[in-house]
């Protein structure tokens, strides 16, 4: 059963830090191309960041380019979005997905195989 469960949202501050964490399970992240996207009320969804199976690419969206960083852990099938300096328009569910059919670009138009449910991230003062 492929499953991703998102945690680590909440209410934050502008310019503080969150970390996001993605435990996937039934398939293995050296196979897969995993992403983050988001997506705020009354907005479309919106490509976060991806990385590739091997994890030598990493992709991420114009607007969190700089700020937020994707990375792994294989031991724990575990992906993670560190994100800094965060912005009352990064407020929006976080989702994590993943795909075994990307490519070397790691963009954001491929069709996703399987979503996790999404965790919540509000930055508020």
Known sequence: QLQLVESGGGLVQPGESLRLSCKVSGFSLDYAYIYWFRQAPGKEREGVSCMSPGGLIRNYGDSVKGRFTISRDRAKNTVYLQMNSLKAEDTANYYCAFTFTGDD?????????????????????
């Open 105 to 125: 670009s790691c963009g954001f138009y491929h069709i996703m195989k399987a979503w996790g449910k999404g965790t919540l991230v509000t930055v508020s003062s």
